[in-house]
């Protein structure tokens, strides 16, 4: 790896520039320089190599088989059917594996090599979409509430949420310079960055906005959030929350995920100016020293709660207002139709770890068309005025804002291709999330999308032994710690620790409020199943009424929560929660 730390790279890049021209047109490597592997993140790609084949190529003295992964950058995962379309044929000609969608509502390409890196992202421009700090020490994707129950208020907040994203944006032009063959002028390489500075901020960045009742972004996971405070239909502001992570290191006490805390209530005309102080006290106070503590978590922990929101208070130049009521039921989606206010329609369809392919197999062995399926409904949709593709938190999709004379030719559809397997699937099994993982993952440990139609079915054969097969438990595996599938509010999840062995972590709510614990540490797939199998027993005996299963064992005490919810929620809605 590059002598350089990242941040040195970071302020030598030239407002990240670096040397990626010079790499991209090296002929000799499927790789970039190093420092470059670090740069190119900024604009929205991660250089990769395919796990599967790495032994094999080294004892052949070949080099690792190196492509790229891209993913847009989509706020709210909103995409036209014309957009819908053009990234389907992207993936059709430059990525393998059809298109994925995110737990950050993004799509992302895998499998992409170099020297199509630069058609690619031009491919993706040309679908009016960009990928310009999808990755990166910057801010990312702004998740927003996925399935549009309010209509006119939803409408709002994703525009405040966009807003918000373009606002974060970094000012450099290298990404149009070097992707889209702008032109330099006078001053390229020291363009004013207001918000990030010379050294952009020390990690990642994360925002999301909730919608309650539903929790579909994991608002507590993010750094920063804004939950929607909506009477009458009415959006009178939304409640702050920081501190959200799931990042984690095994072994490693320093870190550790943390849900966000809710530290005020602002208005509507202030979602920027908080966003830009809570960024910008993050810029100048997160640890620029040890990066596995360099998320605004850490540095809220290490100052104090009451610190940093004053000193977003002093930066914003107002002061946050007391925090008002809201509930969440839950932090998955919503299957099926849901009606707007407007007449239209909107269709959330189940998607498995976000993949959207043709060819794969369902659980009967048919054969699935899913990339053909949503195609024929994109284009069926082109002239239908206000329709829309949003992927969800969930990397699931909804089908959006369908005029009433087409839903019956979009149900045709959906049935055609497969894509109605939300209707049969059993709940755990449409609430489950996985991360890419093996083979292309460089930090992965263990395999989490591959494995998760078998560990579902396992889930679902245990669930049925106790006669609970309709027990809707939220489940998560992740290869690695570090959290892309929100794992740690996962009533059940799994983490990677190596090839086949995990840690089982138990107790999360299913309204994403609680973290949950660990409850057995580096075992195998025989020995999950081992443990869970009695604690289904027990929680089919003892359960009250429609329990959770992570409230369940918490309340039999066994697992043992030390911070059961986030501080700053209103006393009533806490004890609504543990209800």
């Not at 849901?338 to 369902?362: F, K, S, Y």
């Not at 939300?422 to 093996?438: D, I, Q």
């Not at 429609?546 to 006393?571: A, H, N, W």
């Amino acid at each position: 790896m590059s002598a350089h730390s990242v941040e040195d790279i970071k302020r030598a890049s030239a407002r990240l520039r670096g040397s990626l021209l010079e790499s991209l047109a090296n002929p000799l490597t499927g790789a970039l320089n190093e420092d470059d592997q670090t740069l190119i993140k900024y604009h929205g790609s991660y250089q990769q190599d395919d796990r599967d084949v790495r032994e094999e190529r080294r004892v052949a003295k070949l080099e690792p088989a190196y492509s790229f992964m891209i993913r847009t950058r989509t706020p709210g995962g909103v995409v036209a059917p014309a957009q819908w379309l053009k990234l389907d044929s992207i993936a059709t000609r430059f990525a393998e594996r059809g298109l994925r969608i995110t737990t950050r509502q993004a799509f992302q390409y895998h499998g992409v090599i170099k020297t199509e890196l630069k058609p690619t992202m031009q491919a993706i421009n040309a679908a009016l979409i960009d990928t310009l700090a999808a990755c990166g020490d910057v801010n990312r994707n702004v998740a927003v509430a996925a399935n549009p129950l309010v209509s006119a208020s939803h409408a709002q907040v994703f525009a405040q949420a966009a807003a918000l994203s373009e606002h974060l944006l970094p000012n450099t032009r290298a990404y149009y310079e070097i992707w889209l063959d702008e032109e330099r002028v006078a001053g390229s390489g020291s363009e004013d960055e207001p918000v990030y500075g010379q050294a952009y901020l020390p990690r990642k960045f994360k925002i999301g906005f909730a919608i309650p009742p539903y929790n579909d972004v994991d608002v507590f996971a993010q750094d920063l959030g804004y939950i929607a405070i909506i009477e009458n239909g009415e959006l009178q502001g939304y409640n702050v929350t920081v501190g959200g992570g799931m990042g984690a290191t095994h072994g490693d006490a320093e870190t550790y995920p943390r849900v966000g805390d809710v530290i005020g209530f602002v208005a509507p005309d202030q979602v920027i100016p908080v966003g830009v102080a809570v960024v910008t006290a993050q810029r100048d106070f997160g640890n620029r020293q040890v990066r596995k503590r360099a998320r605004l978590k850490y540095t809220i922990d290490d100052r104090g709660l009451d610190w940093f929101k004053s000193e977003v208070e002093r930066r914003a130049g107002f002061t946050l207002l007391p925090a008002r009521p809201f509930a969440f039921r839950h932090n998955g989606d919503r299957f099926g139709w849901v009606d707007g206010d407007d007449g239209r329609a909107h269709l959330t369809l189940r998607i498995p770890a976000g993949r959207i392919v043709d060819g794969a197999l369902d659980g009967r062995g048919e054969t699935l068309t899913h990339l053909s399926g949503l195609r024929e409904i994109a284009q069926l949709l082109l002239d239908a005025e206000g329709s829309q593709f949003r992927m969800t938190p969930n990397q699931n999709l909804t089908v959006a804002g369908v005029p009433a004379a087409l839903r019956e030719r979009v149900d045709a559809l959906v049935a055609e291709h497969g894509l109605d397997g939300y209707r049969s699937a059993s709940p755990v099994r449409r609430n489950a999330l996985a991360c890419v993982a093996l083979p292309t993952c460089a930090l992965a440990m263990a395999e989490a999308e591959r494995y998760l139609p078998d560990f579902v079915a396992e889930v679902e054969r245990l669930l049925q032994r106790h006669a609970i097969p309709d027990a809707s438990i939220n489940l998560r595996i992740s290869g690695c710690p570090n959290g892309c599938s929100r794992p740690y509010l996962g009533e059940i999840a799994l983490v990677g620790k190596a090839p086949g062995r995990y840690n089982l972590m138990l107790g999360a709510d299913h309204r994403g409020q609680r973290l949950n614990t660990l409850y057995r540490e580096n075992i195998g797939e025989a020995e999950i199943a081992a443990a869970l199998d009695p604690l289904f027993g027990a929680y089919a005996a003892q359960r009250e009424g429609d329990e959770g299963f992570g409230d369940y064992l918490v309340r039999s005490q066994v697992v043992s929560i030390p911070y059961p919810t986030p501080t700053g929620i209103p006393i009533a809605l806490v004890a609504e929660a543990h209800a």
